[in-house]
């Protein structure tokens, strides 16, 4: 991994040492006041830029959208219910542009649609908001089609659109989506993995793919989609959840590399990614979540070597953001600290924000979308603004 990562300099937790972590898991004040006005220089930078963000991309993932979820989370956190009407905005401009080319909330439709009918719920425009919602639910029929050749991945298939569900209900309100068009959707998710599995005669029951290679993590992988789907397992049977999600997560649980770290693709032997899209940092959520789900301590184990992992490794040389950057590696002790209460994970998590507070110093080459939610800056400030409320903190557009 020579090359790819720096050596981390931070001392690990020690009790009263270091001014990150109270004994009693709360964040030390002075911590926050330097998170915060860095994140609110950050930010002031972010808006006199904005200007220079094409236009040609809408994507939450590296596009205009990306922005509109950072007002969103700025509204909440900030409490400043003058950010929805910003957020909304944007994604006002948006919605002509849709060209119902791809569908996930990252980087289709479903993801400007969706937040949009959070943001018109937010301030009073309940028609509106509905509008949305319906928008995204026409999108139903290509999903649920397993005669097309759309993926079931997060960043451009099925588990992505699936979110969109999930967060319009989470933040709309249930019910928002029908339980019904949510049961197709993980129906289909999971018909189009034993099918694969099947016709590949594999002994694990679902099997998926993405541009003619079998990827491993968040974004594009099976852990991503079992993740979405673990969400979503009020809407799956108890025996598609024993007999088939429970399985596929313990295949994937085998494939961890002795460091700790995981391959992004089956049959990749390199131990070299250590990134939210691709390795240990995706993979925390699905082994907390299955933890909390099954009941199972071996779940857990593999998620804190997965923190070791990026504890050591996570400093990445070649970006700050959330997809593959510091930012987002700093989710995976969020995510621990969240399960486990231990106030350590906590603690190398504010390291990581001390670190973000270096922006653009460290960093060996410029990402192509360098002021988007999940290559740049924008996505910088949303962990800045995050962690300021680590118990309520997520990764955008993965955990609900
Ligand atoms: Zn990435």
């Known amino acids: 991994m020579e090359g790819k990562y720096y050596e981390n300099p931070f001392c690990d937790y020690a009790p009263n040492k270091e001014k990150t972590v109270k004994e009693d898991g709360e964040l030390h004040g002075e911590f926050v006041e330097n998170i915060k006005s860095v994140s609110v220089t950050l930010f002031q930078k972010l808006n006199s830029s904005l200007g220079e963000m094409g236009k040609d991309d809408y994507s939450v993932y590296t596009g205009t959208s990306g922005i509109a979820f950072l007002y969103f989370l700025m509204a909440m956190k900030l409490k400043k219910p003058e950010y929805y009407k910003k957020s909304l905005k944007i994604l006002e401009n948006t919605f002509p542009r849709l060209k119902n080319r791809r569908v996930s909330f990252l980087t289709g439709d479903s993801g400007p649609l969706a937040l949009g009918s959070v943001m018109y719920d937010r301030l009073g425009m309940p028609e509106e908001s509905l509008r949305c919602a319906h928008r995204v639910k026409e999108i139903l029929p290509t999903i649920v089609s397993l005669n097309s050749d759309l993926p079931d991945e997060i960043l451009y298939g099925r588990a992505g659109y699936l979110y969109s569900l999930l967060f319009m209900n989470k933040y709309v309100g249930a019910g928002t989506i029908e339980n019904s068009v949510i049961k197709e959707v993980v129906t289909a998710i999971l018909a189009s993995g034993k099918n694969r599995a099947i016709r590949e005669k594999r002994k694990v029951p679902l099997m998926y793919m993405w541009h003619e290679k079998y990827y491993l993590g968040a974004a594009h992988g099976i852990s991503g989609i079992l993740f979405l789907l673990l969400q979503a397992r009020e809407y799956i049977s108890q025996s598609d959840l024993q007999n088939a999600v429970r399985p596929t997560i313990d295949f994937v649980q085998d494939l961890c590399f002795p460091s700790g770290n995981f391959p992004s693709s089956l049959g990749n032997s390199n131990d070299r990614l250590v990134q939210w899209c691709h390795g240990a940092p995706g993979m ?70 001390e670190w973000c507070t270096s922006y653009g110093k460290y960093q060996s080459r410029v990402p192509d979308r360098p002021l988007s939610l999940f290559e740049g800056l924008a996505g910088v400030v949303y962990f800045l603004t995050d962690i300021q409320d680590p118990e309520h903190a997520l990764f955008p557009a993965y955990g609900l």
Do not use: E
């Open 284 to 353: 925390v959520d699905l082994f907390t979540l299955a933890y909390h789900v099954f009941r199972d301590d071996r779940y857990m184990q593999t998620a804190i070597h997965c923190g070791n992992v990026v504890w050591n490794n996570g400093i990445l040389t070649k970006s700050y953001g959330i997809c593959h950057g510091v930012a987002g590696n700093a989710y995976t002790f969020l995510t621990l600290y969240k399960s486990t209460k231990n106030p350590l994970h906590l603690h190398r998590a504010c390291k990581f924000a």
